[in-house]
Nanobody, 123 residues
C-alpha cells in the first residue's frame, strides 16, 4: 500500500510560481496512476491533473492548462506539480492521490491520498 506526502505549499503573490511535491513510500508511482486535486473553502474538489508513468499519459484540468505542469522523477517516487502564473483563484488545499488503473478526473476513484498542502495566492 502506497503512502503519499505532499510538500511545497505556501503563500505567494499572484503571478508567481510554486512547485509542489508528492512523495511516495511503500511503492512507486510506476504501479499507479497519479492525480493532483485541489479544494478551496466552500467549493467541490477539483481535478488539477494526472499522470500515468506506465502509459506516459498526462492530463490537466481546463483551469490550469498551459500554466501547470506535472512530472515525475526517474525513480517514480516523487511527483511534481509545477505551478506558474498563479492566480488568486488557485488558492486551495492541494492533494495528490493514487489509483491502480489510469488517470481519472473523478476523485472518488482514487484509493490513496496524501494529507494535502495549502497554497495561498495573494494579490
Amino acid at each position: 500500500q502506497v503512502q503519499l506526502v505532499e510538500s511545497g505549499g505556501g503563500l505567494v503573490q499572484a503571478g508567481a510560481s510554486l512547485r509542489l511535491s508528492c512523495t511516495a513510500s511503500g511503492g512507486t508511482f510506476r504501479n499507479y496512476a497519479m492525480g493532483w486535486f485541489r479544494q478551496a473553502p466552500g467549493k467541490v474538489r477539483e481535478f488539477v491533473g494526472g499522470i500515468s508513468l506506465g502509459s506516459g499519459i498526462i492530463s490537466y484540468g481546463d483551469s490550469v492548462k498551459g500554466r501547470f505542469t506535472i512530472s515525475g522523477d526517474n525513480a517514480g517516487t516523487i511527483m511534481y506539480l509545477q505551478m506558474n502564473s498563479l492566480k488568486i483563484e488557485d488558492t486551495a488545499v492541494y492533494s495528490c492521490a493514487a489509483r491502480r488503473y489510469g488517470v481519472s478526473a473523478s476523485s472518488g476513484l482514487y484509493s490513496y491520498w496524501g494529507q494535502g498542502t495549502q497554497v495561498t495566492v495573494s494579490s
